[in-house]
């Protein structure tokens, strides 16, 4: 082997490692689930919604992959295991665990039955969305949860129906649902720090 090729050689694994540790780090974030301080970020006219920054990153990866193809770096088919790969070891949940999940904060705000502001002016004093809802009349933590856990079913069972999911995967998204529901109902931050303060 020559030198031109040893230099290659290594050129191709410095990149594919470079790519993948960019590739993981971003694939750990779009997993996330946003805690209630962020879905309030995400419903504030001029704030980024969670998931376009997700889809841009993925978009820029993609890119950066293309480049590297064209130049010959790496081949159509390496592209296609790496981005495959990426896939496979960040989705530890099932990839669409959001979209069943829903939107928390707004089905959240219904539940409570107070305007969407104060319960954003809530969440960022501090408090969860579980206290918020044990503090209203007639509301409790719990009955939020279960309310929460029935409009969840109702999207799989609807993904079920349309044979989009089989019923084994919904077993599984029910756990994985309920458990990322009560981790944002039941998730308080520390109050945002006020302009007096």
């Not at 999911?165 to 006020?194: C, M, N, S, Y």
Request: net charge neutral.
């Amino acid at each position: 082997m020559n030198a031109g090729a040893i230099l290659r050689s290594k050129t191709v694994a410095i990149v594919s490692a470079g790519v993948l540790g960019v590739g993981l780090l971003g694939g750990v974030a779009f997993a996330a689930i946003p805690t209630p301080a962020d879905a309030v970020a995400a419903t504030v006219p001029g704030t980024s919604v969670p998931t376009a920054t997700d889809e841009r990153a993925k978009a820029k990866l993609k890119a950066a992959l293309d480049a590297l193809v064209t130049k010959g770096v790496i081949t159509q088919a390496q592209e296609d295991a790496i981005i495959a790969a990426l896939g496979t070891a960040t989705q530890g949940d099932h990839p669409r665990l959001r979209e069943f999940v829903g939107d928390v904060l707004k089905e959240s705000v219904d539940y409570i039955g107070l305007p969407a502001e104060a319960v954003k002016q809530q969440v960022q004093a501090g408090k969860s969305l579980g206290q918020i809802a044990d503090q209203r009349p007639g509301k409790s933590r719990d009955g939020l949860v279960a309310d929460l856990d029935a409009t969840a079913d109702a999207r799989i069972k609807a993904a079920v129906d349309a044979g989009k999911i089989t019923a084994d995967q919904a077993e599984k998204l029910r756990t994985q649902v309920h458990a990322a529901i009560v981790k944002i109902v039941d998730h308080a931050g520390p109050p945002k720090p006020t302009a007096a303060g």
